[in-house]
Nanobody
């Protein structure tokens, strides 16, 4: 069983920055593709970013690729999402997720096996 715990959310002004962290329990972190998703009220869950098991490959959605950076530290079982130049439309609940089964399906939420509880980010304009 894998537990994922996000932290670092909160209220920020437009143009500001935040860094989310997601710590994983268990021994499988290094075997998992890790991803970040978000869901705004009334909207579908949206893929944001993913990082390969060793951290050598990263993937981003077009909406965040020039502003967000995903990274991981396998020694600490933690994945990060650095978010810069935040906009009001970035307001959502942010989730990290672990994909142990399909290292190619990085953008598909259905491919992820474990999810965190989510952390709220509110960007004020």
């Amino acid at each position: 069983q894998v537990q994922l715990v996000e932290s670092g959310g909160g209220l920020v002004q437009a143009g500001g920055s935040l860094r989310l962290s997601c710590e994983s329990s268990g021994r499988t972190f290094g075997s998992a593709v890790m991803g970040w998703f978000r869901q705004a009220p009334g909207k579908e869950r949206e893929f944001l970013a993913a990082i390969s098991r060793g951290g050598h490959n990263t993937y981003y959605s077009d909406s965040v690729k020039d502003r967000f950076t995903i990274s991981r530290n396998n020694a600490d079982n933690t994945v990060y999402l650095q978010m810069n130049r935040l906009k009001s439309e970035d307001t959502a609940v942010y989730y990290c997720a672990a994909n142990l089964r399909d290292e190619l399906a990085v953008r598909n939420g259905a491919a992820y096996d474990y999810w965190g509880q989510g952390t709220q980010i509110t960007v004020s304009s």
